[in-house]
């Protein structure tokens, strides 16, 4: 419930600290007072929109902060806990505005956007009023309510999410499924490339070795005469060669015994020259042992180079990259396989949650159809009790034309009324007055007191346009509200003033230069001079205060 609302420069207050407990709170002034800047106030906290206009002319911002304690309210703690805001102390819901325009929300401590505001005030708070507070008009609300009376909240839930379940799924075979001809031809595509290339079965370095292969081939006649010739240069012209002038200098040198320095060091280098040219002599005649000049085996080597030349130009990349692009296109038929399981699995699941949700669905509607005129029964009763006599309601289920879930489940919940005898029964935002309306959501909210989830109930004037009696009567319902939970309700009629647990007198001071509002906590001799005030006027006679007494006395004992 809420136990603390702090205001600071919003409107023409300037400060005002309200602690709050349970039960019935009635909250009373004069007219311009500023009773309902309080509630505006805290509409602010719960996520209404605001304006710089708001701010109290002189200061820079205004900072509103509501307390809320959560140990009867396990949604709001879930609401938290997933969002990491919990705490161990209330919940505190704070709104700044600048004279700028800007505004700031926060919840314990962490800013946190308008919506999420709002989404958690409507967890801890409802306020019934002639603005847009007035959530007995919205088709969601009359759900909830009927759910609430019926008992059947959780298998409401489990609708709806049974709902979201099938239209994800539905959804994702949706995406896999609107490709259904395209990927059938891509998946031909790619299986007949992919065969392409695994006939071809390129080694790893088959393509380099053919390239080196046929450039050695196609210069063959040019290859083994140069060959030969630096054979003939280096070891078998007779007229002299490479290694017989070697070995003829190296045996000069030996003549001199021990060479030392740079002579001994050009002994060493022309042995090693001997050596190596040994060695090239070796590996030339190897080569030319081994060359095959075949024409047979070029015409094949070019064949096969051709083949993946082909290919390679086919798919527009480089021969070099025939190899990776085979992994991808293997991987790509690999995920169109996936994707025609994927669609056989999703067409399974789809069609379980249909019946998982058809299932619950009725469970729902067979719950809320017996529900509902019982409720309608029990707030027409009421609604003749608080001075609308012949007045009907009615609950009517539409039937979803939907063919596909809904998250509400198979039927729309709409709640009708007849004001006054004579008139048809009519959607309750077309046929009722503000007060109407008021009275209207007093009644329901009376009957579905004991099984709402939100706790702190806010009436702004429902006693507009009754009197006498029906007022008396209107009291003494919020007054059984207050002793189920917590009601703030801003009246102008003494009957329902007496009937509160607490009393708050919401008055002007008026100081040398400004005019703020203050609230009084009024007890004992202050209440019943208020009360006597609301009976009779400025002026206290003895009668009001009586009478004042009387009443207050009545309801404490009732």
Known sequence: MLVHL??????????????????????????GAGKSIMLDALGLTLGDRADSGVVRPGADKADILASFDLGDIPEARAWLAERDLDNDGPCILRRVITAEGRSRG????????QGDLKALGELLIDIHNQHEHQSLLKPETHRRLLDEYAGSQE??????????????????????????????????????QLEELDNLALGE????????????????????????????????????????????????LSTFNSPQGALGEA???????????????????????????????????????????????????????????????FEELENLNADDQAVERLSEELSAYARHYQEKAHELSTLRHDAAGQLASAVEIEMQRLGMPGGRFNIELHGANAADPQPQGLEQ??????????????????????????????????ITAQTSRVPTLVFDEVDVGIGGPTAEVVGQLLRRLGERGQVLTVTHLPQVAAQGHQHLFVHKARGSDATRTAVANLDGSGRIEEIARMLGGVDLTEESLAHARQMVSTAANA
């Open 6 to 31: 702090s205001v600071h420069n919003y409107a023409i207050v300037e400060h005002l600290d309200l602690e709050l407990n349970g039960g019935m709170s009635v909250i009373t002034g004069e007219t």
């Open 205 to 252: 370095t088959e393509l380099e070795q053919l390239e080196q292969d046929h450039k050695a081939l196609a210069n063959a006649e040019s290859l083994l005469s140069t060959c030969r010739l630096v054979l003939e240069q280096c070891s078998e012209n007779d007229a002299g060669n490479v290694l017989s002038a070697l070995t003829s200098s190296l045996q000069r």
């Open 155 to 192: 298998l409401a839930r489990q609708v709806q999410l049974a709902a979201q379940r099938w239209r994800q799924t539905r959804q994702e075979l949706e995406r896999l499924s609107s490709a259904g001809d395209e990927q059938c031809a891509r998946h031909q595509l790619l299986s007949y």
């Open 413 to 446: 919940v709409e709640f009708l009324v007849s004001a006054n005898p004579g008139q048809p029964l009519k959607a309750l935002a077309k046929v009722a007055s503000g007060g109407e309306l008021s009275r209207i959501s007093l009644a329901i909210q009376v």
């Open 106 to 113: 926060y919840i314990n401590g962490s800013p946190c956007p």
């Open 267 to 329: 002994v060493n280098l022309l042995a090693s020259a001997q050596i190596q040219v040994e060695e090239a002599v070796g590996e030339l005649n190897r080569f030319l042992d081994h060359f095959d000049a075949d024409p047979a085996r070029q015409q094949l080597l070019e064949e096969r180079l051709d083949t993946i030349y082909t290919l390679a130009r086919k798919h527009r990349i480089q021969p070099s990259e025939l190899a990776a692009l085979q992994q991808q296109l």
